[in-house]
């Protein structure tokens, strides 16, 4: 069995490695294109100026959006049928769809009318992706041009991306899925009789057509609420495979795409190959961990072991909040190994667009820190990385960080919190940490033993979601607007190169280093103190 | 008033005319699939092919145990962590991710023949090449109880 798990994750791993830069070309050629009949028309109907914009007038467009989108939904809760969703419940799902985290504290099948799904959450999960892609678009732009403000337009950025990254992928992906089983439908719940006499209600839905985009933008939203581990959206190892593909094929892809854009395909491997260690670093420790401890409790038996737990750390290594197995149940290095990928600040490809923002403000990090210990000025891709830029870095690293470690602490002191435990000592520390760390770096998975649908844990991790998502958003395109102004400087002998495998060590270095000495406390006395019990023969 | 106009025809575009699109075409091109992959009998419903259904009759295969009951709306987990005192051993008594799963391994499923051949007084050979043929590294509860009714 084992050379099987092995045999699937090098297959993985390939499809991965020569997959993505092809998809990369792709993308090159979607948002280098000149504006075509169908954008002309769409930008005629909404009225849409194509005007350059500076980092503020972008960032304002970016939250205007957001706020449209939050009424929208909170409007459309309002109006949903099948049961009434509480404010708090509707604040909390609402600001989770908009910000890319698809936390989500209901269950579908039993809370939301089909239109709600389709308007409300179908929608967001493009939307908030194509946000994410947009705010990517304008910080590769900021590197790339000198001495202008103008980091192009976000409107233009998120029709692109919606028009011909998103929704071709999420069609073609939806019609596999319902081939192999996924349900597509509106028809009312069936009634049926099984074979001993006893009913069973079974719900329908739209379900693959949300499903497709949940696995391409990075989303994680479940139409039910068990999520891809449900037979309805994800019916055998097949589509879990490819589902679970889907879930780092377009992060990875924007790496190469960056490389195009920037010029240098190497630039791009440099940072793909730390993607793929860490990667390949935290499979290596998940799939150990549940070797040795082998149960089957809350895992789907057709997907196997290697396809729950593959699933399980591509989804959190990407900021994607598909699950399709209960990480509750995972061994406490396994769960504890993804809730790190995810501490780790969803950069391991990370999810659509921000995975490459995040791991970029990384880069330019380990630029400054190259550049202190040879006391040069620190330069990235010739733009000087200054105090400003600097600033803007450490609040866009450190704002999930820090909003994690406050909320999980207060909420270690707070009665109303701990009476959701679903598991005590070590591992329910664990179910509160990993609930503030889904929401702050915007994954979006969860223990779901820790019952979330209480006003206290709504908003609690309401406010971690929106402050998690903006607290490196807005530095990521301050940073744009500022490097955008600059000189570019030709590379010169004493030039730091960001394409070697010296720098790419340092980077990852570089990242293991800012998590570890953040989270360590905390990982400890929760994931490594349940292992260590557990190995110890206790219970 | 842009941005407003812009939100309006996204929703509409990827809330209505994207899923309509996809309904349309599945259910044309794979209409049992896209419904549910429903199995009727004599004019009945008895369950999806996919959804896992009690089971008690000892003359059945009986399904992995579920967090939920088999009740589909919604399903769940026994999300248990491993240093629970619940959390079960024996694998047999597992319960699954989505409370639903339609499967079991071969050798939950061979945990069971001694008591379903007696019950159906056949022999547990017979069982095991039910077992032999299954194309997969599990078993399909539902699809192997109907079979076992035709009669191997």
Known sequence: MQAFDLYVVTVYLALLVTLSPLLGSYLHLVFNQPVGRIERTFYFLTRTRQNAMNWKQYATAVLIFQGIGFVALMLLFKLNHRTPISLDLALNTAVSFLTNTNWQAYAGENTLDYWVQMLALTVQNFLSAATSLAVMLALIRGITSKETQDLGNFWVDITRATFFVLIPFSVLMAIFLVSQGAIQNFSAYVHAVGLEGQPQLLPMGPAASQTAIAVFGSNGGGFFGQNAAHPFVNPNEFTNFILMFAILLLPAGLVHFYGLQIGSKKQAWAIFSVMLCLFVLFLAGTMASEISFGSLEGQEVRFGRVGSILFGTAATASSNGSVNAMMDSLSPLAGGLMMLQIMLGEIIFGGVGCGLYGMLLFVMLTVFLAGLMVGRTPEYLGKKIETAEINWILMGILAPSIVTLIGAGLSCLNAQALTGLGNLGPHGLSEILYAFTSSANNNGSAFGGLSANTPYWNLALGVTMVLGRFGLMIPVLAIAGSLARKKQTPPSVGTFQTDTPIFAVLLGASILLVGALTFMPGWFLGPLLEHVTLAGGAS | ?152
Do not use: C
């Open chain 2, 1 to 152: 008033m842009q941005p407003i106009l812009f939100f309006v025809m996204m929703t509409l575009i990827t809330g209505v005319v994207y899923p309509l699109a996809v309904t349309a075409v599945v259910q044309l091109a794979f209409p049992k699939q896209s419904k549910g992959s429903l199995i009727t009998q004599n004019n009945q419903i008895i369950g999806s092919e996919l959804i896992a259904q009690p089971f008690h009759d000892p003359k059945y295969f009986w399904p992995r145990p579920s967090a939920s009951n088999y009740n589909a709306v919604p399903s769940g987990a026994s999300n248990l962590g491993p240093t629970n005192p619940k959390f079960p051993k024996d694998p047999n008594q597992t319960t699954s991710a989505s409370g639903l799963d339609p499967d079991i391994t071969l050798e939950m499923a061979r945990f069971q023949i001694p008591r379903i051949a007696e019950a159906r007084k056949i022999k547990p050979e017979q069982l095991e090449d039910l077992l032999a043929q299954s194309k997969r590294p599990y078993l399909n509860v539902l699809l192997a109880n109907l079979e076992l009714d035709k009669g191997l």
